[in-house]
């Protein structure tokens, strides 16, 4: 095969010389490593943003305080709650109370996150759907459990050195609550190392009042949820003056939000890329400029023992394409590690499952043709000047 | 004939000033034959070489090989004429040092299109006939010159070509080396082969039955043995 004659003609000159090489890579190298792990992470964001949004719902409005500084800028309160339960459209609330607390199980404690929930809508709020919640053991709250909780699996498995069961009991600020349900393992970190209990209790121990930290409205089937969130909205403005301290949002809007995010992340690792492979670009022209004055005689002789100048062309564009496919190949491994070492931290501090990156088999190839690609435009100039080469001249050296 | 020149110019520019290495040359040299080349340096031989070999153009008059004007040929047509019809020897051998010594005799058929493992086989083949069936995959620098300068000649052979032109081939070898090259080039002849030789050395020269004498550019006298 004629490629093949021209790749092992080009490997034989290229391993001559393999630092200077290397040196050349470093740019495309740098280059394609980004394009790599930039398209892995938009990837892995996209496929895990999707799946939480499936568990989500598509049929909720999500009502939550624009946070400032660290600090809420307003409340939310059951009133509040009870108004967005009234807007035409919204079948039932949810109001959450969310704070991280401190738990002691025998004798040991850890600071644990805790959700307050309504006992009796929490199996409707959390439970609906294919990708909601489900139980391992026990069972869900229930109207009138007070000092009863449900657990996530991590709570159940991991932060306490003895599991914890149905049964078991926990004692919340010193307020002993039991154990009636343990949640299966759901891969979302938040959700499995969290405790559920009722939300007067929740909030007496911490002396919140009726304050409210998320409201989740589930809109009546068929209504549409974009109006539905527009009177809500239109409502809490009423209610707080301004729209300004909160947000309304529905799963559309929050993945527009992450989208925008990950827009920002595209531009910066676009931007590395694109400075990267250029530079690279104009390492291997470099390169190849030196590669054809070093080469002259050789050039010479190729000519006088009858390659065409196509023939030429080919032998000095196959070097700069194998130079671009050499640097692509380790920017992808480079690539495919930084996106191994995201997979990792992402599932240490957000959670299993949050944010899994993946360099796929199409994005190899992708990056390779890429590369390929960059080789030989950069080669095009050199590649040229040895075609122009006059054999005689060439001969002489 | 073989190789037919019609009042041959070359002129090199050197900036401003022209270099004429050559001033009018007519020669024909016919299929088959042996012919030396000899004069002092300076005198135009490599030119002269350069032009039979297809590797340049004629500044003025014609230069026919095999019945073909090369003086208008596109870079193309001459690469395939050389190709086909020429096998150049040279002074300083110019094998490729990363290539053994099968792989640069293996080298012009790769650009003819010839299949691999035909290549192969006839560059083993070629390479014994030299007397390197033992050196096969020596690169030029592990190898002695006159073993270089085979393997040289071998590749001039690659194509099967009409024409052998050899330019200095013995200048850069000892004499028992440079005898052994020539002995080879005057087997090739025999073997119908149409042999050019450049050489300095008269002893050398003298073997040729044509012997073309240049000074400045023009040729001063052919000699023919045993006849003219
Ligand atoms: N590319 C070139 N540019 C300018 N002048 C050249 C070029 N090639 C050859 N010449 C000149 O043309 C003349 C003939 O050169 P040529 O190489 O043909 O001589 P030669 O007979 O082969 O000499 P030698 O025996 O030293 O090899 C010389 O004066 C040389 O300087
Ligand atoms: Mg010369």
New interface residues.
């Given amino acids: 095969m004629a490629v093949l004659?021209y790749l092992i003609f080009s490997l034989?000159?290229l391993s001559?010389h393999k630092l200077r090489s290397f040196l050349t890579l470093l740019g495309v190298i740098i280059g394609i490593m980004a394009v790599v792990s930039m398209i892995s992470i938009g990837s892995g964001m996209k496929a895990s943003l999707k799946e939480q949004l499936e568990q989500l719902g598509s049929d909720k409005v999500f009502i939550l305080p624009r946070i400032a500084y660290g600090t809420a800028a307003v409340t939310l309160s059951d009133d509040d709650a009870d108004a967005v339960a009234r807007v035409p459209g919204v079948a039932f609330v949810s109001p959450l109370y969310s704070v991280a607390g401190d738990v002691a199980y025998r004798n040991e404690r850890k600071i644990v996150k805790i959700y307050g929930v309504d006992p009796e809508k929490a199996e409707a709020t959390f439970g609906a759907g294919a990708s909601g919640y489900q139980l391992l053991k026990g069972r869900w709250l229930q109207r009138g459990d007070v000092y009863k909780a449900v657990i996530g699996y991590g709570v159940h498995d991991d932060v306490f050195s003895r599991d914890i069961n149905v049964g078991s009991v926990l004692r919340i600020h010193g307020v002993e609550f039991q154990v009636v349900g343990v949640f299966k393992k759901t891969g979302d970190r938040e959700k499995d190392y969290t405790i559920y209990a009722n939300l007067d209790a929740v909030r007496g121990i911490f002396g919140v009042g009726d304050r409210v930290t998320l409201i989740i409205a589930r809109v009546d089937k068929g209504a549409d949820i974009e109006e539905v969130r527009q009177r809500i909205e239109r409502l809490l403005e009423d209610r707080k003056g301004s729209k300004e301290n909160f947000f309304v949002m529905t799963q559309k809007e929050i993945i527009e939000r992450v989208g925008e995010a990950y827009r920002v992340v595209q531009v910066v690792f676009g931007g590395l890329a694109a400075v990267s492979l250029i530079v690279g670009a104009v390492g291997i022209a470099n390169t190849m400029v030196m590669n054809v004055t070093e080469r002259t005689?050789?050039i010479?002789?190729?000519?006088?023992?009858?390659?065409?100048?196509?023939?030429v062309l080919r032998i000095f564009l196959t070097d700069a394409a194998i130079l671009g496919v050499a640097g692509g190949a380790a920017g992808i491994a480079l690539g495919y590690l930084i996106s191994l070492s995201i997979n990792m931290a992402a599932a240490r501090y957000l959670g299993e499952g949050m944010l899994t990156t993946a360099v796929t088999p199409e994005l190899v190839v992708f990056a390779l043709g890429f590369s390929l690609i960059i080789g030989v435009v950069a080669g095009i100039y050199p590649a040229y000047r040895a075609v122009r080469l006059?054999?005689?001249e060439a001969?002489r050296g | 004939m073989v190789i037919k020149l019609e009042n041959v110019v070359k002129v090199y520019r050197l900036g401003k000033v022209r270099v004429h290495a050559l001033r009018g040359i007519s020669l024909e040299i016919p299929r088959g034959e042996y012919v030396s080349i000899m004069g002092p340096s300076g005198s135009g031989k490599s030119t002269l070489m350069?032009l039979i070999?297809a590797?340049?153009r004629p500044t003025g008059g014609r230069v026919y090989i095999d019945g073909v004007d090369i003086s208008r040929l596109t870079?193309?047509r001459l690469?395939?004429l050389?190709?086909?019809k020429v096998g150049?020897v040279?002074q300083q051998f110019?094998?490729?040092g990363?290539?053994s010594a099968l792989e640069n005799v293996a080298?012009?058929m790769?650009?003819?299109g010839v299949s691999?493992s035909a290549r192969v086989h006839r560059a083993k083949q070629l390479l014994e006939m030299v007397g390197l069936g033992n050196r096969l995959h020596h690169k030029p620098a592990e190898l002695s010159g006159g073993e270089r300068q085979r393997v040289a000649i071998a590749?001039a052979l690659?194509?099967d070509p009409e024409i052998i032109l050899a330019d200095e081939p013995t200048g850069n070898l000892d004499t028992s080396s440079g005898m052994a090259v020539i002995q080879l080039l005057e087997k090739l002849n025999h073997m119908g082969k149409t042999l050019v030789v450049v050489t300095h050395d008269p002893e050398f020269g003298r073997r040729a039955r044509m012997r073309v004498k240049l000074r400045d550019g023009l040729i001063r006298g052919i000699d023919r043995n045993g006849g003219t």
């Avoid at chain 1, 010479?300 to 023939?311: P, W």
């Fill in positions: 004659d034989r000159n001559h005689r050789e010479g002789v190729l000519k006088a023992t009858g390659a065409s100048n196509a023939q006059d054999p005689v001969l | 350069n070999g590797l340049d870079d193309d690469a395939v050389r190709r086909k150049f040279f110019n094998l490729i990363k290539l080298l012009p790769w650009f003819a691999r590749r690659a194509n």
